[in-house]
Every structure is written in C-alpha cells, then in structure tokens.
C-alpha cells in the first residue's frame, strides 16, 4: 500500500471514498443514522485512505466498525 502523506486524493479515489461513505450510510438503521454523523463515518474512511486503503469493501468496514457492537 503506498501512504499518502501529501493529504491529496486522485479523483478515482475520491469516487471510491464517496462510494464507501454512501454505502456504509446506507447499512445503518434510522436509529443508527440518528446516532452517528456522516461526518465522523467520513473521517474514518480518509484516515483509512490517508494510509494507503483503497478497496471500498475495506473502507466501508472502516467506517462502519465501532458501530458493529
């Protein structure tokens, strides 16, 4: 995986980011998506990204993960 250190996201992995962030959204139940903000599941996917992930099933579980309790 390589780092990317400089905070910058070529458009295919923005695309790949946004498909995640909806997706992961989409799995929550309405009381889950009273709970949890698209912001902090958006954060969690570029930290994700930031360290070199690049598969949207990765980021997604990412994103999703403290939630899976």
């Known amino acids: 995986m390589v780092r990317n250190e400089g905070g910058t996201f070529d458009p295919e992995t ?8 909806d997706a992961a959204w989409a799995s929550l139940t309405a009381k889950q998506q009273a709970s949890v903000s698209r912001i902090v ?11 070199g992930e690049r598969d949207v099933v990765r980021l997604r579980a ?7 309790a």
């Open 41 to 51: 599941l958006a954060e969690r996917i570029l930290r994700a990204a930031a360290r």
């Open 14 to 21: 923005i695309e790949l980011m946004r498909s995640a962030l």
């Open 62 to 68: 990412r994103a999703l993960f403290s939630l899976a």
